[in-house]
């Protein structure tokens, strides 16, 4: 087994005004050689964007768009014809394929927004590109990792072309379990939304973050009440 610690504080950050950003990975103005993707994992923001703020319509293509709100509720606007509003509690997928355009802003005038976004990279390029939008509450299970993304249509939760799977979990402290790589030769990237956890014999506090390779099962006890992201992915791709 292999780990590698990204703590909180070491992430790269920057603050427009109306969007206080903090980057896991190499993004816009901070570049860092060592932190440029893990596996087909390409970006993980973690964005807090100010009431009304937001990202004016822009371009993407052959990218795995992943979109999780915290708190607060993103409004969406896409070139597929979708007007949505994202709030917290639910997941947005959007695979870019061979080309789309959107707009993201903040839908409350008076409240912050705080979200998660996520981009992979696919396993299949120049595809129709597409939209999927679902709350998490039919799938939600106290003290269990529930499956929130996968790469086949009919599973549970929002799918993408990769071979990836997401997790969440609300664990109370003192939870002891295991987590089974999906696919061998994937990685596992786990990141503490809240809470303090011990995985792979490391001690992560919120918002620090574990790379884990080279095994196919890891060990996690929740040392407080707990909210983690879990993202099981390719390695090479």
Avoid: C
Wanted: avoid cysteine; proline fraction near 4%.
């Amino acid at each position: 087994m292999q780990t590698h610690i990204y703590k909180a504080d070491s992430r790269g950050t920057a603050d427009y005004g109306w969007l206080k950003a903090t980057y896991s990975f190499s993004f816009a103005n901070y570049h860092n050689p060592e932190r440029i993707h893990f596996g087909a994992l390409r970006v993980l923001n973690d964005d807090v964007i100010a009431p009304g703020g937001g990202f004016d319509t822009h371009p993407h293509d052959n990218m795995e768009i992943i979109t999780i709100p915290l708190s607060g509720q993103l409004a969406h606007k896409d070139s597929m014809g979708h007007t949505s509003v994202i709030k917290s509690g639910e997941i947005q997928v959007m695979s870019a394929g061979k080309g789309v355009f959107h707009s993201e802003f903040n839908a409350s005038q008076t409240e912050p927004l705080n979200l998660f976004q996520i981009w992979l990279f696919p396993n299949e390029k120049n595809v129709a590109p597409r939209y999927q939008q679902i709350a998490l509450e039919t799938l939600e299970k106290r003290n269990e990792l529930y499956q929130i993304l996968g790469p086949d249509k009919n599973d549970k939760g929002v799918w993408i072309y990769q071979d990836a799977w997401f997790y969440m979990g609300k664990l109370d402290a003192g939870w002891k379990g295991s987590y089974q790589i999906k696919k061998e030769g994937n990685g596992l990237y786990l990141m503490v939304i809240e809470g303090e956890v011990t995985i792979a014999g490391q001690n992560l506090s919120k918002r620090d973050a574990i790379g884990i390779t080279n095994t196919m099962e890891v060990e996690i006890e929740a040392l407080s009440n707990s909210h983690l992201l879990l993202m099981d992915l390719p390695m090479n791709f």
